[in-house]
């Protein structure tokens, strides 16, 4: 348990640490895109106003970049998360077949479209499926997000005919791009897995199939799959700035890139600030759900020592 | 006199005999992939010479000859091949002239990524702790970004900084040194490994005994035998690159305009989508895909058929 406390220590003071830095940085930056900001203020009350929680306010919006963010950041969230939810409803069923009988024509052709998956670009997809579904079609609308219905501070386009037309083709599209890797990766590991000792043994006793699948296929991909996922949040970030910029998605991706061509420093530096803690936030959770699959990591499991021992993984 | 003959043909058919080489020859996708990867290249390479127009000269640029379409289309022009993009400027000349900026680009990325990884590797390994440990830590936390989302921060904020113009002429530079400083962990790390398990051999005792230097054992005689993993990172990094300088590109923070690249094309294509002129965009596309899936392919095939565990076997 004391280990446990000391790592959670050390991880918030390296977290801590990265985000002091990235506050430099982005004062730096501040002076380097709007210098008269940076004139009357030095590094010490740049760091002051920032933990009292004042982001400073945007040349373009005349309102605090705080604010300003908040407000893009609910339609970030939900192309993300749709986008992860297609990720993860596709992933499972085509890994699983692709796994279990690898050597049959379909699977084969559900790898090699993975391996095309890999070649082509998010934004490429996007001006594919605009050019299909959009200008030739006509079926869904090109950019935008459509109607949003507001719930307290949080916009959703989710509840709405119009907001689920709009957000289709981005969220296919970045799914569409985070879909090879995960699909690769978990079928190697289950490929893996399905050809070890205890697997056959499992075969041998006569436990059905899916059993064997999900309690010894599925939760010894589950940690490699987690890993990838912590490892690929930066990748994830820079697809779906791109995806927004493509659909004009007004999420934070969007805002940032229009602050650039504005040279709106303060909500550049803000942005970077908030981006990066968002970051450390994800990259946490992940650790957390990484210790919650893996019972020997987690800090409520008692027996540890004869668990790390033995070196087992059992199902 | 029988002099023993190592001349040209016996090196000749010590390659043609060589397993990897068989190998190739058997895998039919693979050497279709290469040669589609050996013409672009040739193509690339011989872009000012074979293309009929120069993209970068506005003299030879006329307005009236925007939006010309390909040639299977009834109004196209026969000067113009593949058409023209809104500017009057001859696609086919683009796309050669955005394949050299491609190629040009993965290329430099990737050796700087490989010197930076190598060295800092084999110096990790070989001498172990504290540099061992610190450039690890380096590495674990490098790993944790996206190469592509540092290089859209870093690089949308020297261009907010420098304004267009000015960013424009440093850009190429700017592009390769991120792209290549950002992602040098995936070859420490190998490096590190496979340094970890040569280093207590007999030749590098005897190299050692023998008093030559550090640099020289590392260089000479144990960097040799790592690099077979190394030219799958690099193969697959190079992939990588590319498809990150055109995203760069495509968000309009990568490649000039005046100098073309696939990704800005298929960025500035894209507006001319909307009004159902798809070739601006999806010409360029097709090329980065073609050029993306052959060295992928390539990469993936070069992983398995350099894979220590698949060697004894018959091809």
């Known amino acids: 348990m004391m280990n446990h406390v000391i790592k959670l220590l050390l991880r918030m003071l390296t977290s801590c640490l990265v985000l002091l830095t990235v506050a430099v940085v982005s004062y730096w930056v501040l002076g380097l895109i709007s210098p008269q900001q940076t004139l009357h203020m030095d590094l010490g009350q740049y760091l002051g106003r920032l933990l009292e929680g004042d982001f400073g306010r945007s040349q373009f919006y005349h309102e605090p970049n705080l604010h300003v963010i908040l407000q893009k950041l609910p339609a970030t969230f939900e192309l993300v998360l749709v986008a992860s939810i297609l990720v993860a409803l596709l992933v499972l069923p085509l890994g699983f077949y692709t796994a279990i009988v690898p050597q049959h024509k379909l699977a084969r052709g559900v790898m090699a479209f993975s391996l095309l998956g890999i070649s082509v670009p998010v934004f490429l997809t996007g001006s594919l499926m605009v050019f299909l579904f959009a200008v030739e079609l006509n079926w869904l609308p090109a950019f935008g997000r459509g109607q949003v219905i507001r ?65 010894y296929g599925l939760r010894n991909a589950i940690l490699p799959i987690i890993t990838m996922a912590s490892l690929q949040l930066g990748t994830t970030m820079a697809y779906t700035l791109v995806a927004e910029s493509l659909f004009q998605w007004p999420g934070v991706g969007t805002l940032f890139m229009q602050a650039i061509v504005r040279s709106d420093g303060s909500l550049v530096a803000a942005y970077l600030i908030l981006v990066s803690a968002m970051f450390l936030l994800f990259s946490a959770l992940a650790d957390l759900a990484y210790g919650l699959f893996n019972p020997y990591l987690s800090p409520w499991h008692r027996d540890q020592g004869v668990a790390s021992k033995s070196g087992l993984k059992a199902p | 006199m029988n002099t023993p003959r190592y001349h040209g043909h016996y090196v000749w058919r010590r390659y043609r005999r060589n397993q990897l080489w068989l190998k190739l020859k058997t895998n039919k996708v693979v050497l279709v992939s290469s040669i589609v990867l050996l013409l672009l290249s040739i193509l690339a ?38 058409g ?161 300088e055109a995203a760069l590109s495509f968000l309009g923070i990568g490649m000039p305009y005046a100098n073309p690249s696939l990704g800005g094309l298929i960025g500035s294509g894209f507006e001319y989508m909307l009004s159902g002129l798809w070739w601006i965009a999806l010409l360029p596309g097709l090329a980065l895909v073609l050029l993306l899936l052959s060295i992928n392919l390539i990469a993936d095939w070069l992983r398995d058929a350099l894979d220590p565990k698949n060697i004894g076997q018959r091809p």
């Open chain 2, 45 to 82: 390479l011989l872009a000012p010479w074979i293309s009929p127009f120069d993209p970068t000269n506005l003299q030879q640029q006329n307005i009236m000859d925007a939006e010309l379409p390909p040639f299977w289309h009834g109004q196209s022009d026969s000067r113009f091949v593949l």
């Open chain 2, 84 to 244: 023209t993009d809104g500017l009057g400027r001859d696609l086919l000349s683009s796309i050669l002239y955005g394949l050299r900026t491609s190629l040009w680009v993965g290329f430099w990325a990737v050796a700087v990524q490989f010197t930076i990884g190598t060295l800092l590797g084999l110096s990790s390994g070989y001498f172990g702790g504290w540099i061992d440990r610190m450039v690890m830590g380096m590495a674990d936390f490098q790993l944790t970004f996206s190469s592509l989302m540092l290089a859209i921060l870093v690089l949308a904020i020297t261009q907010a900084a420098l304004g267009a113009q000015d960013y424009h002429t440093w850009s190429p530079w700017l592009l390769i040194l991120v792209l290549g400083i950002a992602d040098w962990p995936q070859y420490a790390r190998t490096v590190r490994a496979s340094v970890l398990a040569e280093k207590h051999k007999d030749y590098v005792l005897a190299a050692q005994v023998l008093g030559y230097r550090s640099r020289h054992i590392m260089l000479s005689h144990i960097l040799p035998n790592t690099l077979s993993p190394l030219l799958v990172i690099a193969s697959l990094q190079v992939a990588y690159v590319i498809l990150a």
């Open chain 1, 151 to 215: 719930l307290g501070f949080w916009d959703s386009g989710l509840l709405s005919v119009s907001g689920w037309q709009h957000i289709i083709m981005p969220a296919v599209a970045l799914s569409l791009a985070m879909l090879p890797l995960f699909l690769r990766l978990l079928r190697a590991e289950l490929m893996q897995v399905m050809n070890s000792n205890p697997v056959r043994f499992a075969q041998a006793m006569g436990i059905a199939p899916w059993r064997i699948w999900l309690s």
